[in-house]
Each structure stands twice: as C-alpha cells, then as structure tokens.
C-alpha cells in the first residue's frame, strides 16, 4: 500500500487499493453522524430506519485483515472520495475519525436507526466493485470527475452503493442500495467494474 492509497481521493485513484478488498471479509460498517441519531431524523427529514443510511456524515468499512476503509462526499470534484483510515501494517490517519469527538457513531446493524438490509452485508465477502459515473449537467460539472458512487457487490449477491447525492440529487454523502437511487438520475449513470 502505497501513500496515495492513505489520502482522501476518487474511486478511480484506489483501484490497487480495491484490489486488495476483493475477497476480504466487511466485519463492520459505521455511520459517522454529525448529529445523534434522533436529531439527524429532525434535521435530514428522513425516518428512523434510515438514519444509518441517510444522515450527514462519513461511513468507515472494517474488514476483517484489519483495514479500515473511510468514505464520504466531495462537493469541490462532485464524486465520493476514498481514505485509509488504518491498515493490517499498524498505519493510523493522522486525524481517525472515530476520534472526531463532534460525530455521533451508527452501526449499520443498529436495530432502530438502521434497517434489516445491512444484515445481509455485514459478514460478507467482497466479490466486486464498480464504479458509478455521472453525466455532467453543466459545463461546471463537465471539469469534475463526477464519480458519484462507489458499488459494492458481496459474494451472496447483494450490494451497496457509497453515494455522492444518489438518493437526492444533491452533494449530499449516503450509503444505500439501489432502490434508493432518484429514478430521474438512471438515465445519466453509468457502472463501470472496476474489479
């Protein structure tokens, strides 16, 4: 793992790095809350089982080698971006996020603010991932990467989606399936397999 892997980037910067998660077992998911879950069903206007999925927030992927994954939105490239958070050789980020004593931590198993779906990840081995592309709707947009998601495919046939504004159309970070994609968006995507 090389430093680049370590910094905050597309999805299409890491494909050595998600070369190394093909296979590898997802022990853990957890939302990152900037508020406690109550208040994010207040504040995103969302219901309680989708607080895990809809709050504003970064999400981390544990595995079970060790390696800490951590993603989130980034507005400025209007795409998901890709961290280490920590890996299998004892590297830490200089700033964790499960330190961030302002963020409020939700397991995508928690059984009031999190649905049954999760249950079917959490466990599971990583058979693939692609990437999802956006068209650009302006000329703004067409100087961005524009890689507003990040799919991944478990080896029992389910799968999630990392979201830069997929549920909304907005910059907003979500972790969600693809039933949870605004239906207006479909026609401007495009998955790209990455592995």
Known sequence: MNADDKKSSIPSDKVKLFEVLKNQTLSKLTRFSWWE??????QCEIAHE??????AGPVLLYFQSGLVLGAASDPAQNSVVIWVERNDTGYVTEEPTENDTDLYTISA??????NSYWSQIVGQN???INIIKRDPQNALLAELQNEVGVELVMDN????????GLHNNSDDFSVITESYIDRRLLANLEWVKLM
């Open 37 to 42: 879950s109550s208040e994010a069903m207040e």
């Open 50 to 55: 989708d607080v895990f999925s809809l709050t």
């Open 109 to 114: 198993l928690d059984n009031q603010y999190s």
């Open 126 to 128: 990583i058979k693939m």
């Open 157 to 164: 046939g389910e799968k999630f989606i990392l979201s830069h």
